[in-house]
């Protein structure tokens, strides 16, 4: 998967957008600004990073909706290997590294405002489905002899995974703060997401894939975004 090329593109799609329709909210109120792009920031039990590029639509003040892409993985990569009739397998990373991401938004009204009306803090509510990108991964591995050598990878091999959910709940729970066009935001993040699911029914030349176990994701985020 060419994770970063899509990024790149989603995010230069955002920017075009934005700048659009940036030209006519320059003109209006602050009241009446319906648009937001975000960036988040996460970590879970189940992968150490996740980042998150999204434009949100807010129709009236309290209530939302939003699309947005979000990437994840380890540090140290998810790549599998094992040793099979003398041979050494490699494959790439085998978590779910792209999904899509819709939403549901509630914010409440200020629990705490400053007196000129330039701060506010409240309350966020985030509820939706995560998609992974594909549902089913054709998953690249590699063939190289396990005696000790240096051996030139000529050709690689694909597996394609059968079965993969393609649809998992996401909820968050965030305190914002707002300042101006600017929202800065804290939570938690709970969702049934497999972060294996695309690959967890890979069998390469009679040997199935291990991965993690199945388990709920849930982690912390915090995310800066603009409105306009």
Same mark, same amino acid.
Request: net charge neutral; with cysteine; aromatic share 14%.
């Given at each position: 998967?060419? #994770?970063k =090329?899509?990024?790149?593109?989603?995010?230069?799609?955002?920017? +075009?957008f *934005?700048?659009?329709?940036? +030209?006519?909210?320059?003109? !209006?109120?602050?009241?009446?600004?319906?648009?937001?792009?975000?960036?988040?920031?996460s970590?879970a039990n189940?992968?150490?990073?996740?980042?998150e590029?999204?434009i949100?639509?807010?129709?009236?003040?309290?209530?939302?909706?939003?699309? @947005?892409?979000?990437?994840?993985?380890?540090?140290?990569?998810?790549?599998?290997?094992? #040793?099979?009739?003398?041979?050494?397998?490699?494959?790439?990373?085998v978590?779910n590294?792209? @999904?899509?991401?819709? *939403?549901?938004?509630?914010?409440?009204?200020?629990?705490?405002? %400053? @007196?000129?009306?330039?701060?506010?803090?409240?309350? %966020?509510e985030? +509820?939706g489905?995560?998609?992974?990108?594909?549902?089913?991964?054709?998953?690249?591995?590699?063939?190289?002899?396990?005696?000790p050598?240096?051996?030139?990878?000529?050709? %690689?091999?694909?597996? %394609?995974?059968?079965?993969?959910?393609?649809?998992?709940?996401?909820? =968050?729970?965030?305190?914002?703060?707002?300042?101006?066009?600017?929202?800065?935001?804290?939570g938690?993040?709970? *969702?049934?997401?497999?972060?294996? @699911? *695309?690959?967890?029914?890979?069998?390469?030349?009679?040997?199935?894939?291990?991965?993690? !176990?199945? =388990?709920?994701?849930?982690?912390?985020? #915090?995310?800066?975004?603009y =409105?306009?």
């Amino acid at each position: 998967m060419h #994770i970063k =090329k899509i990024l790149l593109n989603f995010i230069a799609l955002l920017f +075009c957008f *934005s700048a659009n329709v940036q +030209c006519f909210a320059d003109e !209006a109120d602050e009241r009446t600004r319906h648009w937001m792009g975000r960036c988040e920031l996460s970590t879970a039990n189940v992968l150490d990073w996740g980042i998150e590029y999204g434009i949100d639509y807010y129709p009236i003040q309290y209530v939302g909706m939003g699309v @947005s892409v979000y990437a994840t993985g380890d540090f140290g990569g998810t790549s599998r290997s094992f #040793i099979h009739n003398d041979f050494f397998y490699q494959t790439e990373n085998v978590n779910n590294e792209l @999904s899509l991401r819709t *939403s549901l938004q509630l914010q409440s009204p200020a629990i705490w405002r %400053k @007196s000129d009306g330039s701060l506010m803090l409240f309350v %966020k509510e985030d +509820c939706g489905l995560t998609l992974p990108i594909p549902a089913n991964q054709n998953l690249e591995y590699t063939i190289t002899p396990s005696s000790p050598g240096t051996y030139l990878v000529s050709e %690689k091999y694909h597996a %394609k995974n059968v079965g993969g959910k393609s649809c998992f709940v996401h909820f =968050k729970t965030s305190l914002a703060l707002e300042t101006d066009r600017w929202q800065f935001w804290t939570g938690y993040t709970w *969702s049934n997401f497999d972060a294996y @699911s *695309s690959a967890r029914h890979i069998t390469i030349d009679g040997i199935t894939l291990s991965v993690p !176990a199945k =388990k709920p994701l849930h982690g912390f985020h #915090i995310a800066l975004a603009y =409105k306009f």
